[in-house]
C-alpha cells in the first residue's frame, strides 16, 4: 500500500483504512490524541512501538491537513 505521507500509510485491510503509522496498526489519531492530551513524544513512541521519527511524521501529516483547511465564518 502507498505512503500517503512520509511514514504514513492506508491500506483498506488495517484499522479499516485509517492512516496509520508505516509498518505498524498505529492509527494516526490515537498518537494524536496523546500528544493533545499533553503526553511527551517519547512517551508515546514507547508506548506504541513507533520512533520518534515517526511520532513527529504524525505532527507533519496533521499539519499539512490542517494547512489545506478552511473555516468560513458566516456573516
Not at 483498506?12 to 500528544?35: C, E, F, N, Q, Y
Not at 520512533?51 to 483547511?69: G, I, M, P, Q
Amino acid at each position: 500500500m502507498p505512503e500517503i505521507a512520509k511514514r504514513i500509510m492506508v491500506d483498506p485491510a488495517i484499522k479499516g483504512g485509517k492512516p496509520v503509522v508505516s509498518g505498524t496498526r498505529v492509527p494516526v489519531d490515537v498518537i494524536l490524541g496523546h500528544l493533545a492530551a499533553g503526553d511527551s513524544v517519547e512517551t508515546v513512541a514507547a508506548e506504541y512501538g513507533v520512533t520518534r521519527d515517526d511520532v513527529l511524521a504524525v505532527l507533519a501529516y496533521a499539519a499539512e491537513l490542517a494547512s489545506h483547511e478552511e473555516i468560513r465564518v458566516g456573516r
